[in-house]
C-alpha cells in the first residue's frame, strides 16, 4: 500500500516561513518516481498547482509563487519539501502532496497519489 505522508502545516504569522515535507511509504513496490509536488485548496475552489518537481529534477510552481516558494526532493528518502517563505494570509488553503509514481506489481503501472492535505494558516 503505497502512502504519501505529509507533515509541516500549521500557523504562522504574514512574513513568516514553513516548510512542508511529504514522503513516499510503501517503497517496495514503487519501480520510479515520475514527480511529486503541491497543490492547495482554497475553501469553494479547485486545487491549484503550487509546485512540482520530475524525477529528473526539472520544476515548475504556480504563478507568481516562484521565489517565494521552493521545490526539493531526496531521492534517498522519497521525500518532497516546499520551503514557503514571506508567506501571506492569501497563502492560506489546505495543501495536498501528489506524487506520480511507476509502480512495479503483476504489471508496470503509472499511479497518481495525494495525500491527505495539511493546513497552513497565515494571520496578519
Known amino acids: 500500500q503505497v502512502q504519501l505522508v505529509e507533515s509541516g502545516g500549521g500557523l504562522v504569522q504574514a512574513g513568516g516561513s514553513l516548510r512542508l515535507s511529504c514522503a513516499v511509504s510503501?517503497?517496495?513496490?514503487?519501480?520510479?518516481?515520475?514527480?511529486m509536488g503541491w497543490y492547495r485548496q482554497f475553501p469553494g475552489k479547485q486545487r491549484e498547482l503550487v509546485a512540482r518537481i520530475t524525477g529528473g529534477g526539472n520544476t515548475n510552481y504556480g504563478d507568481s509563487l516562484k521565489g517565494r516558494f521552493t521545490i526539493s526532493k531526496d531521492n534517498a528518502k522519497n521525500t518532497v519539501y516546499l520551503q514557503m517563505n514571506s508567506l501571506k494570509p492569501e497563502d492560506s488553503a489546505l495543501y495536498y502532496c501528489?506524487?506520480?509514481?511507476?509502480?512495479?506489481?503483476?504489471?508496470?503501472?503509472?499511479?497518481?497519489?495525494w495525500g491527505q492535505g495539511t493546513q497552513v494558516t497565515v494571520s496578519s
Open positions: 510503501g517503497s517496495g513496490r514503487i519501480f520510479s518516481i515520475n514527480a
Open positions: 501528489n506524487a506520480v509514481l511507476t509502480l512495479l506489481d503483476l504489471r508496470i503501472k503509472v499511479e497518481t497519489y
